[in-house]
């Protein structure tokens, strides 16, 4: 079934570095594609998402583009913010269930 | 909108205690889920329902059972509490209008339960 594999933290930054958080996917055909972030103490909210190949979701500054070729969709950002610091996953929708299949997560940390 | 709401936030249960997690929205969503997340790990699907009276098995319903006989709320049951079931869990709503507008949900704060 469709599955999906993220690079492990915490990744720790200064403020104003460039991000970058590593997802690839395994999946029938081509689902949409999904970035979650959860602040401390808070659920998770949707960042952005791509809907099919070549597509770049975009949301408060963070970029992720859907490359069929790599099977991936990575996270990027040019310039990270101490508010940054969260948890972020991966996510695509299950095999059969309407429903969707996480990363493990990779928690960012910026520093001031 | 309050969004989605769960309760409680925090709770300590003994092993072969009973609970029933509480989880409520108000924006008239058709889909809810119930997901929990281990430590260091991603969130894994218990259950969902698409609608009233409707639901399914996630990939961990083993210990678990729900209900869902209004649009609003879709509380999880945990019978018997053991040890592994100690876990953040989330609840999630989505109006899962259009192609996988599923996709796009609304998670709860979580409730923290430990079983010792």
């Known amino acids: 079934g469709n599955s999906v594999t993220q690079m492990e933290g915490p990744v720790t930054l200064s403020e104003e570095a460039f991000l970058t958080i590593n997802c690839t996917y395994t999946?029938?055909?081509?689902?949409?594609l999904f970035w979650y972030v959860q602040y401390p103490g808070e659920g998770l909210q949707l960042l952005l998402k791509?809907?099919?190949?070549?597509d770049k979701g975009s949301n408060k500054g963070f970029e992720a583009t859907y490359r069929k070729e790599t099977t991936s969709f990575h996270l990027e950002k040019g310039s990270v913010q101490v508010s940054d610091s969260a948890v972020y996953f991966c996510?695509?929708?299950?095999?059969?269930?309407?429903?969707?299949?996480f990363g493990s997560g990779t928690r960012l940390q910026v520093q001031p | 909108n309050a969004g989605v709401t769960q309760t409680p936030k925090f709770r300590i249960l003994k092993i072969g205690q009973s609970m029933t997690l509480q989880c409520t929205q108000d924006?008239?969503?058709?889909?809810m889920y119930w997901y929990r997340q281990d430590p260091g790990m991603g969130l894994k699907l218990i259950y969902y329902?698409?609608?009233?009276?409707?639901?399914d098995k996630g990939e961990v319903p083993n210990g678990y059972n729900v209900s869902r006989s209004t649009t609003e709320d879709f509380p999880l049951r945990l019978e018997l509490a053991a040890p592994s079931q100690t876990s953040v869990y989330f609840c999630?709503?989505?109006?899962?209008?259009?192609?996988?507008?599923?996709?796009?949900?609304?998670f709860g704060p979580g409730t923290r339960l430990t079983v010792t």
């Open positions: 999630a709503s989505t109006p899962g209008t259009g192609k996988e507008g599923w996709a796009e949900q609304y």
């Open positions: 999946a029938t055909g081509y689902p949409s």
């Open positions: 791509a809907t099919k190949a070549d």
């Open positions: 996510a695509l929708p299950y095999t059969g269930r309407r429903a969707l299949t």
């Open positions: 924006m008239n969503h058709n889909y």
């Open positions: 329902s698409v609608g009233a009276g409707i639901t």
